[in-house]
């Protein structure tokens, strides 16, 4: 199983695009830092045909310590959430998995 990596999408946009190395580095970067500032912000990204990232906030609550059963207080936090558009899972369930 590959990992997709910022260099592979770099070089993806380089190839297809046609702009060049550094300026399809430099977009890539844009856009996944335009994407992480309006996650920070709470605000959700939704890309279409694809899924959304949204910021979900979640309470305290009271945790088992699997090892020794002990109860452990788990802090309030916010999460990231990915629901995937229906788009993208018919594409995923549409094609056998590589395995």
């Known amino acids: 199983m590959n990992t997709v990596t910022r260099a592979h999408l770099a ?8 702009l060049s190395r550094n300026e399809s580095a430099a977009l890539l970067e844009t856009v ?6 309006t996650l920070e912000g709470g605000e959700s990204v939704k890309i279409s045909g ?3 990232f949204s910021v979900r906030q979640k309470g305290r609550r009271i945790g088992r310590n699997p ?3 002990q109860e452990v207080p788990i802090l309030p936090r916010r999460v990231l959430v990915f629901r995937p558009s229906h788009v993208l ?9 590589n395995e």
């Open 89 to 97: 899972k018919g594409r995923i369930n549409a094609s056998p998995a």
């Open 50 to 52: 694809f899924g959304t």
């Open 32 to 37: 996944l830092e335009r994407m992480s500032a």
């Open 11 to 18: 070089e993806t946009i380089y190839t297809q695009v046609g």
């Open 67 to 69: 090892k020794t059963g």
